[in-house]
């Protein structure tokens, strides 16, 4: 089989964001923080040491594969693998830099600003294409994945596109009826809970539920 030659792609890596329910509401950014490999700036990610460059593999000739041949009752069979002594790359770093070691990167805590669309849910993911691990000397950079997490509101809860909440009130407000202001994510709302309301009774509030994932307006009540 073929095989590639040069420096292989980083890792891709995976993360949580923590997000509230009202950021659900809104959408936005929130930061995300993650221990990956990030580029080595000593040595610019070659993973040579100060002055020096990386050479050309004497085994591959700086291909990066190895060719084998084999005789067998169908004829020759060619083969090729990755260089066992470049590791595909084609290149050897002879001095290797001091800061990485000849890897040409270093691990660390990197935040991101993650853009959390409106309308999301716990368990969703989310992928940034380039923010994932860097590869060794001079590799491409994988993935980010992050999933998402929606915490727990002391006030709401979510069904589907609705927000619920339970609205205490007294035999006798609940007999004559009221008018009265609520708390939402968009503010102090007026509700009407009408004469003779029995208990369990649903009262909508629309259009202030959660928003439809990539698309316009807002859902439920």
């Known amino acids: 089989g073929g095989a590639q030659s040069g420096p292989p792609r980083g890792q891709d890596i995976e993360a949580y964001a923590d997000i509230s329910l009202a950021h659900v509401i809104t959408g936005g ?30 085994d591959c000739a700086g291909t990066g594969q190895q060719r084998r041949v084999r005789n067998s009752m169908l004829g020759q069979m060619i083969t090729t693998s990755p260089c066992q ?21 270093k691990i660390t ?10 309308g999301v849910d716990t368990g969703q993911t989310l992928r940034l294409s380039g923010c994932g691990a860097v590869g060794p000397r001079g590799g491409g950079t994988g993935d980010l994945y992050v999933h998402a997490r929606v915490a727990r509101d002391e006030i709401f809860s979510r069904d589907g596109f609705d927000l619920v909440t339970v609205l205490p009130i007294s035999f006798a407000q609940a007999v004559l009826g009221l008018t009265m202001n609520i ?39």
Not at 109 to 118: G, R, S
């Open 109 to 118: 805590n990197v935040t991101y600003q993650v853009d959390i669309p409106a």
């Open 85 to 105: 002594r470049c590791g595909g790359i084609g290149e050897v770093v002879v001095t290797p830099c001091k800061s990485c070691g000849g890897d040409g990167r």
């Open 183 to 221: 708390d939402t994510f968009d503010g102090e709302k007026k509700l009407t809970v009408p004469k003779g309301t029995q208990p369990h009774t649903e009262l909508v509030l629309p259009g202030l539920g959660i928003p439809r994932l990539n698309q316009r307006g807002r859902a439920g009540g």
């Open 29 to 58: 950014a929130v930061p995300v923080e993650v221990r990956t490999a990030v580029r080595c700036d000593d040595c610019n990610g070659s993973g040579a040491g100060e002055g020096t460059k990386p050479v050309s593999c004497s």
